[in-house]
């Protein structure tokens, strides 16, 4: 997993480089004539070398209560029972809209408040992956072996905190690339934090619902956030955006100091 993980921001980064290049030359008609060719080959090479089955078939003989369905209301409500799962899913919502309110209109920004074109965006994605790739190999796999986890999370929460105030006075381009590292900082601790003391708090047999609700926490932000971005950045402008994630974390931190007994 940890391979596939660093496969896929090698994908970013280069994809990112490459895409900005073809954009910036041949058009966008091009990039997206690329993206379905690589898709097609990657759809070919799943057809492949990926097996049909990657688990043991279910004896066909044995009986299923047909009383069961394929997905059970209550599996999905048992692990919420469990306060620290309730309380890390709340924390995991509350981070992850914060950051989605900037990200939904990034793009935007780069392009009409810093006159980035294509080519100059996607060298800076380049340089955000790549800046996610080292800080997880130097900083944040040395920090989640030594410390716990609630002091981690208020780490990143800090992190998180003041990226989204430079936001906030960001004039510059290379500002852009002071806001990038800390923002990465603070999101990929979070995560790893989070998911992990989530795999922690959960019953063993509902790991998997636990993974899965996290998975759908994320997907709910980004259904509510895109129209408050919008709003955002056609009345107020993008620094309203940088003032309200910030706002948002750091009333996260001060939720995590009241409850802070929940992480031990």
Known sequence: MGTLRVLTYVG??????????ITETYGTTATFLCTAMLSCVSALLAWIYIPADTK???????????????????DIVRPMQTRAVAHLLGIRF???MANQLILNSFPIILRDNFE???QEAGMFTMYSTLASVVLQVVLIRPLTKRY??????????????TSYMTLTCMTENWHLYVYA??????????????LSALS???PGEDTGTVMALGAMVE?????ISPPISAYFLDHVGYQYLGATSSTITAMVTGFMLLTREEFK
Request: net charge positive; glycine share 8%; no cysteine.
């Open 12 to 21: 970013h980064m280069v994809g990112s480089a490459i895409g900005g290049t």
């Open 56 to 74: 043991p078939l279910r004896d066909k003989n044995k009986n299923v209560p047909k009383s069961r369905g394929i997905v059970s209301l209550s």
């Open 94 to 96: 509350s981070f992850i």
């Open 116 to 118: 980035m074109g294509p």
């Open 148 to 161: 716990k986890d609630f002091p981690l999370l208020m780490l990143a929460s800090l992190a998180l905190t």
């Open 181 to 194: 590292i800390l923002k990465n900082f603070g999101v990929i601790l979070r995560n790893n934090v989070v």
């Open 200 to 202: 922690k708090a959960a």
């Open 219 to 223: 997907s709910l932000t980004q259904i």
